[in-house]
């Protein structure tokens, strides 16, 4: 007797971060949260990401109040968030305080399971996320963020997987943020994990390269546990498979999702009315819905892909994007061959442009390049190239883990905050977006009390970075 096929859906989270790069407001989800409560998914992505970033510039919500509204909404199903470890949901690290309470916080807001990683797989970054998750009683899963090259064999994998389970955790995910597995890598790396660990296994990538619904399929077949989907108005492209083509897939076998079509049907016959607005204003970029196949030739992130692009094209040099895509391995190489996710991705990135653009490899380091060859991100998989460490002074390499350096934050935030906190969680919104937080507090105040936000005095804070 097979076993039943789990499914998270990840339309309101990362389908959405994909396609839309996470603008879809609450009231676009709203009408189809009960349905989707109904369905039986093992659990719903809901926050984290950049949900939280995007709500307070773009949006106008309380990242917080809508969490609460999720869970109103959705009684019965797990909700699930992802979290960047130390970094939290910024870009820097913070101190265990500040991780210890934001954990703490969204589970008390609704949070049931929380996906938890390290761009380097440098586990010291996420050992005070677990155990603040597992104390305060939620899932605590644990993300590998999963890449190809050197030093990543099947026994890189397997020693990280057995780390992962000694160190707590409920489960662990398999984060293909590039859309790099293909089906003979998922099916070797699968059924190495499920003979040597205990915990559920959980597969997540992206169709960016095309090769993610075969990919899934191989990997159902080798035994893993749960598979992320999108609903398929938000599927395809740079997010997920579709999550009504994988029910379909194994209806009728041992895998069978027990998932109603009719259900789905209804919640994608919603998000459809949402895809054709976000289409007819251009916030849905037809070039996120292809199949890139520079992703598995470089592996290189789509969104990476589009940054560099970006980049290029700010210093009139979009003729050079060929020579900056066959220098990111390179720099990758020198880095010691971190995987591509935030915030590696964009610091091999932007040193790949760098190098390009002056002609002469690394005669600019930039602040995050010369942050990492100091170790201020946590160890990389492989030692980096000895000539580029040279350029840092000795005295400011670190090989402890990055956060055991910094003081407690809390008391210093919920000082610089002062009377624009109106709940306890925005102490949190501020560690992590500073200005931004504030610029949204201050909107959030003068719409309460009817008067121009810009006529409202922000005393000039010194606001963190």
Known sequence: MGKKLRIMETAIRDGQQSLIATRMPFSDMEPALALMDSVGYEAIECWGGATFDSCIRFLDEDPWERLRKFREAMPNTPLQMLLRGQNILGYRHYSDDVVDYFVKKS??????????????????????????????????QVAMSYTIGEPYTPEYWKDLALRI????????CIKDMAGLMVPTAAEEMISMLKANVE?????HTHCTSGVAPITYYTAVKAGVDIIDTAISPFSGGTSQPATEVMVETFRGTEYDTGLDIGRLEKIAAHFQTVRE????SGLMNTKVLGTDIKTLIYQVPGGMLSNLVSQLKDQNAEDKYLEVLQEVPRVRNDLGMPPLVTPSSQIVGTQAVLNVLMGERYKILSKETQEILKGKYGQT??????????KIDESERITCR???????ELAKLEE??????????????????????MEYFRRRAALRNKVDPDAMDMKNKAYPA
């Open 107 to 140: 589970i008390e807001n609704g949070i049931d399971r929380i996906r938890i990683f390290d761009a380097l797989n440098d586990l010291r970054n996420v050992r005070t996320a677990v155990k603040s998750t597992k104390e305060y009683g939620a899932h605590a």
């Open 165 to 172: 389970q000694d160190m707590g955790a409920d489960s662990i």
């Open 199 to 203: 915990i559920p296994i959980q597969l």
């Open 277 to 280: 607005a976000a289409l007819k």
């Open 381 to 390: 998989p492989m030692p980096m190239n000895p000539e580029l460490l040279a």
């Open 402 to 408: 990055p956060a055991d350096l910094l003081e407690p």
């Open 416 to 437: 610089e905050l002062g009377e624009y906190k109106e709940q306890d969680e925005d102490v949190l919104t501020y560690a992590l977006f500073g200005q931004v937080a």
